[in-house]
């Protein structure tokens, strides 16, 4: 094209290839998927029985619960403060113990920090194990094993952190751009030195990060793990439930919320600081 | 130094003296076949001598690289041998081949920096190989190994830059880094893969001025890639041209004519093909 054309806006004639049509098969997916959805719930073919009038017949019996739950008794909150503190310290202690682990299993885990392939693979199974086993059973596994407190709840949500954030770490290290590592490869380092001088530094925000989030999600659990006797405030949950507090536990709930919400905060801040 | 005297060292940290360079670089009938059938090298057979500065020009996908990352161990030749000083590169493994990478130094294209370290801790992974591995992982350096690394950031006037961030710098400050992190290997033989391919005109010069300096200074042998026939003529003794993964052009690079440009590129020469005119 001459500066005259370009100026005048003409454009000769271009011979642009036909454009690949993906829709067939982008269309032919989704469409699968969602057939497959749909005979998941039809429990003549083995499919879960999904009965959303039952929703409309006793809607009623939650709503009271839920009305309860609307007013909160303050008056429990004195009694709460020492199960709230518990929760906070396994919770707390929970993520630091499993940074300290996640750290050199994740870069077990992943293949540019790893490339010993039958090592790779066998972290990534016992992780596989960890995680498919649910923190409910851990936690009921352990009280049994050390007794009711806050050691079984705190071993239970290590054992969920680490599934949690070496796999999320070392999927981030896989999908990363690894070439500071061939300059460490080319001046003779072992893998080990590699990973510890440029692959950590490296992969420090990715680790922070998925800490950070485990914190979040271990103030939620720890409220739950209570129920099996693993400390916390699960346990004045089961308590008040038990006695169908419901005002209470409204109550307990504002509670956790306000805490998940000061910790979401404080970790933002702190992945700000680490970009 | 022999060979076996290089596979007998046991440990990292028993490498501590520097390369009794400069050595020479062997290539005898190196072919390389990748996986995926792509034949980057064919039968090149090359000799070096010790402290020569030597270009390596021709197209993106003429073989440059992998004959880069062959010398140093990188990329197995499926046949041929390699010789670097008393290395047989073909026939390392281990921790031979690591101690064997230790004395030849290497430059990317984009720096291989870890970015969001210091300059000095990107500067001690030249000392990788002289380092024991307890070491690095406690990150514990010895006083000789930082003031190896000192001076090697001040011989390309990063010193001032020590402790600042990697990421922080610019590119042509990041490839002094990734230099000085080279000389930090006390190599005997400096490689360099397209130092100076993402770098502007004037920064490419200074960088090449670099390397120039590093082979009359210090004796290395050098051997460079480039795309730009200009910069090899300018600061090096002798060009090879490389096309299709062969040996089109061998000679002293300041004779080079743009016939020979049109033998290794395949076309005439162009404005574009010149440094500062593209």
Redesign the interface.
Same mark, same amino acid.
């Given at each position: 094209m001459t500066t005259a054309d370009a100026v005048a806006g003409r454009r000769p004639d271009l011979a642009i290839p036909p454009r690949p049509r993906t829709w067939p098969r982008v269309a032919g997916i989704a469409a699968a998927l969602a057939a497959f959805t749909i005979l998941t719930t039809i429990p003549a073919i083995g499919g879960v029985e999904l009965d959303f009038a039952s929703i409309a017949r006793n809607w009623t019996n939650g709503a009271d619960r839920i009305v309860q739950m609307l007013t909160p008794d303050w008056s429990i909150l004195p009694r709460t403060w020492q199960p709230l503190l518990e929760t906070l310290e396994m919770a707390l202690v929970g993520a630091a113990i499993s940074a300290v682990l996640a750290v050199p299993l994740s870069l077990w885990a992943a293949r540019p920090t790893n490339p010993n392939g039958v090592t790779r693979r066998a972290v990534r199974f016992v992780l596989n194990v960890v995680r498919a086993v649910p923190d409910l059973v851990y936690a009921t596994v352990l009280v049994a094993m050390v007794g009711v407190g806050t050691l079984p709840g705190i071993i239970t949500l290590v054992l969920f952190d680490i599934g949690i954030v070496v796999k999320l770490v070392s999927e981030a290290i896989d999908s990363a751009d690894a070439?500071?590592m061939?300059?460490?490869?080319?001046?003779?380092?072992?893998q080990? #030195?590699?990973n510890?001088?440029?692959?950590l @530094? #490296?992969s420090? @925000?990715a680790i922070a990060s998925q800490v950070l989030y485990s914190l979040e999600l271990n103030v939620r659990i720890s409220a739950i793990l209570g129920l099996v006797g693993a400390g916390g405030i699960g346990r004045l949950i089961d308590e008040m439930r038990g006695f169908y507090r419901y005002d209470a536990l409204g109550t307990i709930v504002l509670e956790i919320l306000v805490v998940v919400i000061a910790i979401e905060i404080a970790s933002n801040l702190l992945r700000k600081r680490l970009r | 130094m022999d060979n076996t005297a290089a596979a007998q060292r046991p440990e =990292?940290g028993d490498?501590a003296s520097p390369a009794s360079g400069p050595w020479p670089i062997t290539l005898d009938d190196v072919t390389v076949r990748y996986p995926n059938g792509v034949v980057a090298m064919k039968n090149v057979s090359l000799e070096i001598a010790a402290g020569e500065m030597v270009a390596v020009v021709g197209l993106s996908g003429s073989g440059k690289s992998t004959m880069i990352r062959t010398i140093?161990g990188?990329v197995k030749p499926s046949s041929g041998t390699v010789t670097v000083g008393p290395h047989d590169i073909t026939r390392l493994k281990g921790a031979a081949l690591?101690?064997?990478? $230790?004395?030849? $130094? +290497?430059i &990317?294209q984009?720096f291989?920096?870890?970015?969001? /370290?210091s300059v000095y801790?990107?500067a +001690?992974? $030249?000392? &990788?190989?002289h /380092?024991p591995?307890w070491r /690095?992982?406690l $990150?514990i350096h010895t006083a000789q190994d930082r003031d190896i690394v000192m001076r090697a950031l001040d011989s390309v006037g990063m010193l001032e830059k020590v402790w600042g961030r990697a990421g922080a710098l610019s590119g042509g400050q990041k490839q002094r880094v =990734?230099i000085a992190? =080279?000389l930090a290997?006390q190599p005997a033989v400096m490689l360099a893969d397209e130092p100076v391919a993402s770098l502007d005109p004037p920064t490419a010069h200074s960088v090449m001025a670099d390397l120039a300096d590093i082979n009359a200074d210090r004796g290395l042998t050098v051997l460079v890639n480039l795309h730009l026939m200009d910069l090899a003529r300018q600061y090096t003794t002798r060009m090879i041209g490389l096309r299709a993964g062969e040996v089109v052009y061998d000679g002293p690079a300041g004779s080079a004519t743009d016939a020979d440009f049109e033998q290794i590129y395949g076309r005439p020469v162009q404005s574009r093909d010149r440094l500062g005119e593209q």
């Open positions: 070439h500071y061939e300059a460490g490869r080319a001046a003779g380092g072992t080990t #030195q590699i510890r001088a440029t692959a @530094p #490296q420090w @925000p | =990292a490498h140093n990188l690591r101690h064997a990478r $230790g004395d030849i $130094g +290497m &990317f984009s291989n920096l870890a970015d969001r /370290t801790r990107n +001690m992974v $030249g000392r &990788f190989s /380092t591995t /690095t992982l $990150g =990734a992190r =080279a290997q």
